[in-house]
């Protein structure tokens, strides 16, 4: 038996417009999954975020922007709450991620109990769908890493949000070559 999963990666209030370390179009994306959930038959629907404790060097106060970052998604805080747009109902699992590293894949993250691959793998999933926040960060190195665990993976470009062009264009060069389908336009707002 096969099945199919919709990960939404990292659909939080400080990765939305008024948050510590907004991505344009995040609140349109959050709304648009929710919309997309509600119209497409998934066997099951999963979420990661950011859940950050103590990441080290990957918030600073000179951040790189690629590294390291401004402080986000701090564990507890409203920043690191799901997007009010985004529906939670249909989750079934949130995996956090990042709460001793930068935590930028969603396969780094785990319900607590249980690794985003072992969940997956324990349903019999195969086949999985990647929209979110940020097209050119988590979103990349989840689909990644799903690509990687022999997952069939497709990155449904128009319910994610990137953070720059620049970034957004070399993450779809990686996803394409990694052998991942992309579908529909990326949201960036440069």
Not at 62 to 73: G, I, K, N
Not at 172 to 184: K, V
Request: glycine share 12%.
């Amino acid at each position: 038996m096969t099945a199919k999963a919709l990960i939404i990666v990292d659909v939080q209030n400080d990765f939305c417009e008024g948050g510590a370390l907004a991505v344009g179009g995040g609140a349109g994306v959050a709304a648009a999954i929710s919309e997309h959930v509600a119209s497409t038959s998934y066997d099951h629907v999963v979420a990661t975020r950011d859940y950050h404790v103590d990441p080290g060097g990957h918030f600073s106060d000179e951040p790189d922007f690629v590294r390291s970052w401004p402080r986000h998604c701090v564990a507890g805080t409203a920043g690191a709450a799901f997007h009010p747009d985004l529906d939670v109902v249909p989750v079934e699992a949130v995996f956090s991620k990042g709460q001793y590293s930068d935590g930028y894949s969603g396969f780094d993250g785990s319900t607590g109990e249980e690794s985003l691959h072992d969940w997956l793998t324990e349903r019999g999933v195969t086949e999985v769908d990647v929209v979110g926040i940020a097209t050119d960060h988590c979103v990349r190195a989840t689909a990644l890493d799903a690509a990687e665990r022999g997952l069939r993976t497709d990155v449904r470009l128009d319910l994610t949000a990137g953070v720059a062009r620049r970034t957004v264009d070399t993450a779809l060069d990686d996803l394409a070559n990694a052998g991942i389908t992309l579908l529909g336009t990326p949201v960036v707002r440069t």
